[in-house]
């Protein structure tokens, strides 16, 4: 069995760092007990929605208040991945905006909660907790929970869930810009700057509501051990992930398939592009195995750490590349697909992404300006 713990997501960029400041975290002068969730709701700021949103073609459903979700300086996994692009996407036509029902509904945190225990081990859920509450700390050498990391968590599943309406309900893609990611969270324990692992949670609500069969596609540049942890026991569940061979966590070889044949995994060596080895696998790979499922929806954990710039990651896509994938899916599947965010650094090159990601879906994109 691999050690999931040998290989530092981040080990040349940030742990190396923390090891160097090495604050007792647990004694920050922030620590003056976690906020309630009555507290929580109270300090939500209402972003605007579109008021009209009747010819919007996708939805992005994102608050301000996963900003919350902090780790010390330098962090990779920083706010400014969505802040930077609600800035940049907030002028592109076509595109409704929308505030998690978590933020103003418990019963939708208690039913992120009540999916979670079948997610993950609930004494886990119930350590992160308790670890927000003392104030925050590390959970392993990449993953920090601060004071509010708890409830931004549960807050962030439930954009994920918004998203799975407004696919399965409304007929219209949505993408969930939220953070924290979760797919390394496997049923023990967070990881590798995940928490709670959103794409399976949001695949069981989708399967509460109806679905028989959901696809998650994971572009992400590293292996969604997580999900394939948790998704191996789900008969209603495939998983395929595209990542790069030898990165972070170090799983996801070909011949892990899950004890129900329910998992394709799909290693790229480094430097691997578009039209160096992704379109081939995608076209001739990932497209069959989808295919031949017929899922009622299509979940892309939507990783933006496979592109050339980003500083943890070592394959060559470019934002177009992100539309092409979505172009192919949307050509097989239609409208049944939604996003939600998992990794990726590079906060200049992320927003544009995002935008190719949405512009299969967006009918005025040609005339966009470029950036
Ligand atoms: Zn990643």
């Known amino acids: 069995m691999i050690n999931l713990r040998q290989v530092s997501k981040t080990s040349t960029i940030f742990s190396v760092y923390r090891r160097l400041v090495n604050k007792p975290l647990l004694s920050s002068p922030r620590v003056k007990g976690i906020l309630g969730f009555e507290h929580f709701f109270v300090q939500a700021k209402h972003i605007h929605t579109s008021k009209n949103t009747k010819n919007n073609e996708v939805k992005i459903i994102y608050s301000p208040k996963f900003l919350l979700h902090k780790s010390p300086r330098y962090h990779p996994e920083r706010p400014e991945r969505i802040s930077e692009t609600e800035a940049f996407l907030r002028s592109v036509p076509g595109i409704e905006w929308a505030e ?153 070889r070909p011949d892990e398939k899950g004890k129900l044949g329910n998992l394709l995994n799909i290693p790229l060596q480094k430097e691997c592009g578009w039209s160096s080895g992704f379109e081939e696998a995608f076209l001739n790979l990932v497209i069959p195995f989808m295919k031949d499922f017929q899922p009622d929806l299509v979940i892309v954990s939507a990783g933006y750490d496979a592109l050339h710039s980003d500083p943890l990651g070592h394959l060559n896509l470019v934002p177009d590349d992100f539309r092409k994938m979505t172009a192919l899916i949307k050509n097989e599947f239609g409208s049944n697909i939604m996003w939600g965010l998992e990794g990726g650094y590079d906060v200049t090159a992320i927003p544009q992404a995002i935008k190719c990601t949405l512009s299969p879906f967006l009918t005025n994109f040609e005339s966009l300006p470029e950036s």
């Not at 990391?149 to 409304?170: C, G, H, M």
């Not at 969930?176 to 949670?201: D, E």
């Not at 609500?205 to 026991?233: K, L, P, Q, S, T």
């Open 100 to 252: 998690p029902s978590g933020c103003s509904s418990k019963d939708r945190i208690q039913t992120a909660l009540d999916i979670l225990k079948t997610c993950h081990r609930e004494r886990y859920i119930e350590e992160v907790r308790e670890l927000a509450q003392a104030g925050g700390g590390w959970i392993d050498d990449d993953t920090f929970v601060c004071l509010e990391s708890y409830e931004v968590a549960l807050l962030a599943v439930t954009a994920w869930f918004d998203a799975v309406d407004s696919v399965l309900k409304e007929k219209k893609p949505a993408f969930a810009l939220a953070r924290p990611p979760g797919h390394h969270a496997t049923k023990y324990s967070g990881m590798g700057f995940c928490l709670f692992n959103n794409a399976v949670a949001a695949a069981k609500y989708a399967v509460e509501g109806g679905c028989e069969r959901v696809f998650i596609f994971d572009w992400d540049v590293h292996h969604g051990n997580g999900i394939a942890d948790i998704a191996e026991d789900m008969v209603n569940l495939r998983y395929c992930s595209i990542h790069e061979l030898g990165n972070y966590p170090g799983t996801g």
